[in-house]
């Protein structure tokens, strides 16, 4: 599974077979369920209509529910959001871009840009400190 998918998201998607959500069986086309989900780490490679949404496939009907119901516990975090599109942003200016064009291109305003930010700066600490790793850049702020 890629974080790519989403509904209609390309061409090759269409005839291709996947893999269930859940316990990872191969599902043709044609057998699979499908639902589409909230999901604030879901982002589209492209195109921003399908940010937030993921299409979860699986093998059955009690899968799918399985599947959905882990996304609907897990929390929308409108930061993660911002923070996934500031990415594909950036990804596509390796040069990289001025304040105006990140906003303009991002489709957020300068707030919304430096909440994701900062909520992806107090993840990239969490993920190092759960790995026993000292963070070495800018000292933790915001408190
Ligand atoms: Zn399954």
Known sequence: MS????????????????????????????????????????????????????LVVSCSREHLAAVVEQYERRPFLYAELWAGKITRVLRQHPNGISPEDLARETGLNSDEIKHALTWRNIEVQRWQQQRGQYWTGEPKGGQ
Not at 19 to 38: F, I, K
């Open 3 to 54: 974080t790519d998918s989403g509904p209609n998201a390309g061409d090759e998607e269409e005839a291709q077979a996947d893999l269930c959500d859940l316990c990872g069986t191969l599902v043709l086309d044609g057998t699979q369920w499908n639902a589409l989900v909230r999901d604030s780490s879901a982002i589209h490679a492209i195109d921003p209509k399908y940010d937030g949404k993921r």
